[in-house]
């Protein structure tokens, strides 16, 4: 039960961030690039994200990417991931953690960050100041 509840406000979360993709299709344009998310460490937590993508129609590979970049449980190698990720470009970029969230805050300011399993992001950035 609580998982679902998680799992519904994670996705309202990354519904509120896919409101800004690019969905606008140009007649005369040939290839249809499709919505990016990337992720930071792949791992079993975001098997309900890519299930909950697939209920609200995208499907991996067919009208959706999802970019993959390991951290390897490496701290200099998480801030070398997010910096791939904020390089491709992705649309949005997706982490678990407060370390990867600060990864990805020194690599882009501009690309939405979708963070799960941290508390306040807001007061934990603080705290370090």
């Known amino acids: 039960m609580a998982i679902d509840v998680a799992r519904r406000k994670f996705i309202t979360l990354l519904g509120g961030s896919a409101a800004a993709w690019p969905f606008a299709a140009r007649a005369q344009q040939s290839a249809v690039q499709l919505p990016r998310i990337g992720i930071i460490d792949n791992s079993p937590i975001w098997d309900?994200?890519?299930q909950g993508l697939r209920d609200l129609g995208y499907i991996e590979g067919q009208s959706i990417v999802i970019e993959y970049r390991s951290a390897?449980?490496?701290v200099d190698r998480l801030n070398q991931a997010a910096r791939e990720l904020a390089s491709l470009p992705v649309n949005v970029i997706a982490v678990a953690g407060s370390t990867a969230a600060r990864a990805a805050q020194r690599a882009?300011?501009?690309?939405p960050i979708v963070m799960i399993g941290i508390g306040d992001p807001v007061r934990a950035e603080s705290?370090?100041?």
Do not use: A, G, P
Not at 108 to 111: A, E, F
């Open 48 to 50: 309900n994200f890519r």
């Open 72 to 74: 390897e449980d490496n």
């Open 108 to 111: 882009t300011s501009t690309i």
């Open 127 to 129: 705290s370090r100041s």
